[in-house]
């Protein structure tokens, strides 16, 4: 014992004695290898919220780094960091605080105008990228004209639905809150659970607020978002939105709360609900546990008046440039090279996004081509941008709401006041 | 012999190189956190102003802030109580017996060795599909709860993963303690019912004070402060339900509106309630331990 | 008599089978269930795996660069804890003999820090580590778990140190040792016990620590056993067979150090924990 102790400790002190010296006269080398005639050395620091894609992405930073030591004699090592996104958002703001930034950085569009007022995004305006990307998509990653990211996740997206499970039952996507309850009463009397709840993490059911607030505002009252943010709106305006939430809510799978957003686009490709409120962005999960599931997309109905079912039209995460990034030249040929010509479309389609710019040749899944069709109709909106502070205080409520703990009049009520309190903020 | 002559220079000498690296990561951190409850910074911006003590005057409307601090709270007491006594329990039970003494206490202090981020995500296994599977196939319907969805019993889902992973160092210190007591005691107390009792009471736990502080006072702190549990199984949802202090400072500081300056006076107001506690019970013991 | 022992040892021994079940519980479920195929869990959870099938630990292994991480994690406990020990023993044996009034304060000093909240100093510690250089530097983040351990260990050793009689250090100064002398021949050969408790808390907690690594490590080459194991999560985050492997394969090197040493470490932390 005594033994193995002044070991440990003598191990210890002395490790930590004789590494210091060693590890500084290390980093002095790293910083001396530029000089020479050969390839260029360079890092290029680039962090993602992609985990689930870690693979895609790292063959897509290789393949940029060989193509840079052949067109440009530049040596590029690309470190590639994807801390879970629990975590990213709380990582992401210590280093640009920090002056620790990386040079290139994913982050969500809504959040586009916070970055930009703290002056963290390059303007791509004039990049060649930004004559590439589909004009819809590129003003959801503009400010006052100006390109400020590159657009990675964009979609039209509403309710999933199992079109092996509609057909069976005789059913189509509806139109209307009753073609919807009807749609329920069918499934259950054939012993389908109509809806797939997965309510753990918080934005899961908050993408019932994104559909019907984005349905409700588009189809009727236009002027609702206009007025929160001038303080003269409330939500209690917009409390129809619960008729179809208590819907979903009613005639959904149980044990909600425990189900994760992955775990329950796995059950859903397994049949064990008809519909998931959920985003296309699922269906990487949705195909890889079940590759014979026949993936459907409709709009999310709120009330009677058809004009008020759309799909939503949005973009999640984008790649933005750090402006004062020392690479910046290289910063920016990495974001040019995420829509290049020639390999783009191979990185979508590994990753299962949808096509955004003239570049992507390849053809668009059968889901994506049920909600372009709304698209095409004109039956879509630009998703609202929310202060992200209402967003998770909205994600909150419902779950709240689920289990029980809050009225649909707290919710009214503790909304209004986030709203006001992100107001009085900004 | 310097060090009699200036015993504060030779002091000073010793306490240099621990002092320094206090100051630079502990101390200084937490003044600047300090002078950052006074701004509005949002953690992201470059400039930010100062606001003076706007930050401190706002906590005391804030609703969310005091749930999540009562909430701490019961945690706090829950925890105090129930991994004290457990440990004790489990203690006195081992020390009582001759045999397969190493065995049990191997196997009660291995969870303490496994990270919470870990053992957090083994529980969620078992609380999000081996419970659901015992309550559906074999008609353990008790067991068939919402474990982290229902507020109610993701609390005792919390408890249950916390204590588990703390009873086995809460254990080894009063084993250490029980060592000092003669074996007749501790049988005695373990099972001999009234009479063990009452020896257990008057003899044993006085002779074993000193254990009891210093558990008393690690419970009370890592309840305080407890984050890693809640984080991994409820993340403080359902909604705000299962929110601690320092959850609702991490989402302050982090999510939302990103208000950094007003997460930091939020801390600091957890910091002195911890403090208050502490020397309360500081005093507490230390004035019992004088009576005896 | 006797029978009144065996209804005892009965009681005593099933409370203790029935607590030693528990404990065990998730360990056990994680360990069978990290052997299934992803059809074999969905089946059944709690049936025991068909066949002990590697492929999922294959997997996991290499996407965590497991011997990389690992050493990551030694080097990173072993020289923090060399340093809060050598830093600590020195100031704690200090700071019991020196009775003035810089003293009492220096000692609450530390002390009174082991309240701050770490969420209160993690911005402003993440600004001094950049400041410093030590960003995504192994040894720099053992220093600042230096500077936040020392805390604790100093409170330790100078509650120990009340329990060495001062004659020994005065027969030592008689023998013309100079303090250093003194501290190294004779003080720390007797701290070893409570040198043993503080050793091995601290590894366990930077072996275990998660916020502080997440937020100064950014280089993936640099991770640490559970970052690894965390990103991992992100990747798999519906595939209970590849999770469960990854939770095995990080809580592996502990329970090996643990059924080693375990002796040691228990003795170390009890004998501290009564004379501390």
Redesign the interface.
């Known amino acids: 014992m005594k033994k193995l102790l002044s070991m440990v400790l003598v191990v210890c002190v002395l490790v930590s004695l004789a590494v210091i010296p060693a590890a500084a006269a290390g980093e002095e080398l790293a910083g001396t290898g530029a000089s020479k005639g050969e390839a260029r050395k360079a890092e290029l620091n680039i962090m993602m919220s992609f985990p689930q894609y870690m693979d895609q992405w790292e063959t897509y930073c290789k393949q940029f780094e060989e193509k840079m030591l052949e067109e440009e004699n530049i040596q590029v090592t690309v470190n590639l960091e994807m801390p879970s996104s629990d975590q990213y958002e709380s990582i992401l703001q210590a280093r640009l605080s920090g002056d620790d930034a990386p040079d290139l950085f994913t982050l969500h569009a809504n959040n586009i105008g916070t970055y930009n007022k703290a002056g963290y995004l390059y303007d791509l305006t004039e990049q060649p990228l930004a004559d590439v990307i589909y004009e819809n998509v590129r003003d959801t990653v503009s400010v006052d004209g100006a390109l400020l990211a590159v657009p990675i996740e964009s979609q039209a997206w509403g309710v999933l639905y199992n079109k092996e499970i509609f057909a069976q039952c005789g059913l189509e996507a509806p139109e209307t809150l009753a073609d919807l309850e009807a749609i329920c009463a069918t499934l259950e009397e054939q012993g389908y659970t109509p809806f797939m709840l997965a309510f753990q993490e918080q934005w899961v059911p908050q993408l019932m607020t994104g559909l019907t607030l984005g349905d409700i505002v588009s189809g009727k009252l236009t002027d609702w978002l206009e007025r929160m943010y001038a303080d003269q709106g409330s939500y209690d305006e917009v409390r129809e939105i619960f008729d179809v939430i208590d819907l979903i809510m009613t005639h959904g799978t149980d044990r909600a709360m425990e189900e994760g957003s992955e775990a329950g686009a796995a059950d859903f490709a397994l049949g064990k609900a008809a519909m998931f409120v959920q985003g296309t962005w699922a269906s990487n999960t949705i195909m890889t546990t079940n590759p014979d599931m026949q993936l459907g997309v409709f709009a999310l109905p709120i009330n009677d008046d058809p004009g008020c079912t759309l799909v939503n039209l949005s973009t999640s995460t984008t790649l933005a440039v750090y402006p004062e990034s020392e690479e910046l030249d290289l910063a920016l040929k990495f974001a040019n090279y995420v829509l290049d010509e020639n390999d783009s479309s191979e990185l979508f389609q590994a990753c299962s996004f949808n096509p955004l710019a003239t570049v992507h040749d390849y053809e668009a899944f059968s889901w994506v081509a049920d909600a372009s069709a709304y698209v095409a109709d004109g039956r879509a909106y630009q998703d609202l941008v929310l202060p992200s502070s209402v967003t998770d205080e909205q994600g909150r409520l419902l779950q709240e709401y689920y289990v029980g703990s809050v009225t649909v009049d707290e919710i009214v009520e503790r909304l209004d006041k986030a709203f006001q309190d992100a107001n009085a903020l900004s | 012999?310097?060090?009699r002559r200036h015993?504060?220079r030779?002091?000073?000498l010793?306490?240099l190189?621990?002092?320094v690296?206090?100051?630079?990561?502990?101390?200084?951190?937490?003044g600047?956190?300090l002078v950052?409850a006074l701004t509005d910074w949002n953690?992201?911006?470059?400039d930010y102003d100062f606001v003076g003590l706007r930050n401190f005057a706002e906590i005391f409307h804030d609703r969310y802030y005091w749930d999540s601090v009562l909430f701490t709270c019961k945690y706090t007491a829950v925890m105090v109580v129930v991994s004290n006594v457990l440990a004790l329990?489990?203690a006195v039970?081992?020390e009582?017996?001759r045999r397969?003494k190493g065995f049990?206490?191997?196997?009660?202090?291995?969870?303490?060795?496994?990270?919470?981020?870990?053992?957090g995500?083994?529980?969620m296994?078992?609380?999000?599909?081996?419970l659901?599977?015992?309550a559906d196939?074999y008609g353990m319907k008790f067991l068939d709860r919402?474990?982290?969805?229902?507020?109610r019993y993701s609390f005792i889902a919390i408890c249950v993963v916390a204590a588990?992973g703390a009873v086995?160092?809460l254990m080894?210190?009063y084993?250490?303690?029980l060592?000092?007591v003669p074996r007749e005691l501790k049988?005695a107390a373990?099972?001999?019912g009234a009479g063990g009792w009452i020896s257990f009471w008057k003899i044993v736990l006085p002779m074993i004070r000193?254990?009891v502080t210093?558990c008393v006072f690690w419970a009370l702190?890592a309840g305080?402060?407890v984050?890693?549990v809640i984080y991994a199984l409820t993340?403080g949802?359902?909604?705000?339900?299962t929110q601690s202090?320092?959850i609702n400072?991490?989402?302050e500081?982090?999510?939302?509106?990103?208000?950094?300056g007003y997460?930091?006076a939020k801390?600091?107001v957890?910091?002195i309630i911890?403090?208050v506690i502490?020397m309360l019970q500081l005093y507490l013991t230390g004035r019992k331990e004088q009576e005896l | 008599m006797k029978r009144k022992r065996l209804i005892g040892d009965i009681l005593v021994y099933g409370f203790l089978t029935a607590a030693a079940l528990v404990t065990l519980f998730p360990l056990l479920m994680a360990l069978m269930n990290s052997f299934k195929t992803n059809g074999e869990l969905l089946t059944s959870v709690i049936a025991l795996p068909t066949a002990v099938r590697f492929d999922n630990y294959v997997r996991t292994f290499e996407k965590m660069h497991y011997l990389r991480s690992l050493g990551n994690t030694v080097i990173l406990s072993g020289v923090g804890v060399g340093l809060i020990i050598l830093f600590s023993a020195l100031a704690g044996w200090k700071l019991c003999r020196t009775k003035t009034r810089l003293s009492g304060f220096l000692l609450k000093l530390f002390i009174f820090s082991m309240l701050i909240p770490f969420s209160s100093i993690m911005i402003p510690l993440y600004r001094v580590t950049l400041l410093l250089k030590l960003k995504n530097s192994l040894l720099g983040l053992a220093f600042v778990y230096a500077g936040l351990g020392v805390s604790m260990a100093i409170f330790l050793y100078n509650g120990f140190v009340k329990s060495i009689p001062l004659e020994l250090e005065e027969a030592a100064a008689i023998d013309g040792c100079g303090p250093l002398q003194t501290f190294f021949v004779v003080i720390l050969p007797l701290l070893k016990p409570i040198t043993a408790t503080i050793c091995i808390t601290n590894v366990l907690w930077i072996w275990n620590d998660f916020l502080l690594p997440l937020v100064v490590v950014s280089d993936s080459r640099k991770y640490t056993l559970l970052l690894s194991t965390n990103t991992l999560f992100g990747q798999y985050s519906s595939d209970w067979t590849a999770i469960l492997s990854a939770l095995i394969l990080a809580a592996l090197p502990v329970i090996v150090f643990y059924a080693l040493f375990q002796k040691q470490i228990l003795k170390g932390i009890s004998e501290g924990a009564v004379k501390g």
């Open positions: 012999m310097g060090s015993p504060n030779s002091l000073l010793f306490c190189p621990a002092l690296v206090y100051a630079l990561f502990k101390l200084f951190p937490a600047a956190g950052y953690g992201l911006n470059r329990g489990l039970a081992i009582s017996r397969a049990f206490r191997t196997v009660f202090y291995m969870p303490n060795m496994i990270s919470m981020v870990i053992g995500y083994m529980w296994f078992i609380f999000t599909k081996v659901y599977y015992l196939n919402s474990w982290i969805g229902d507020p588990w086995g160092y080894i210190i084993m250490a303690a060592q000092g049988e373990a099972i001999d000193h254990a210093i702190n305080f402060q984050f890693d993340g949802g359902p909604g705000r339900a202090v320092a400072i991490y989402e500081a982090f999510r939302g509106n990103i208000r950094y997460a930091t801390s600091t957890l910091f911890v403090l502490t």
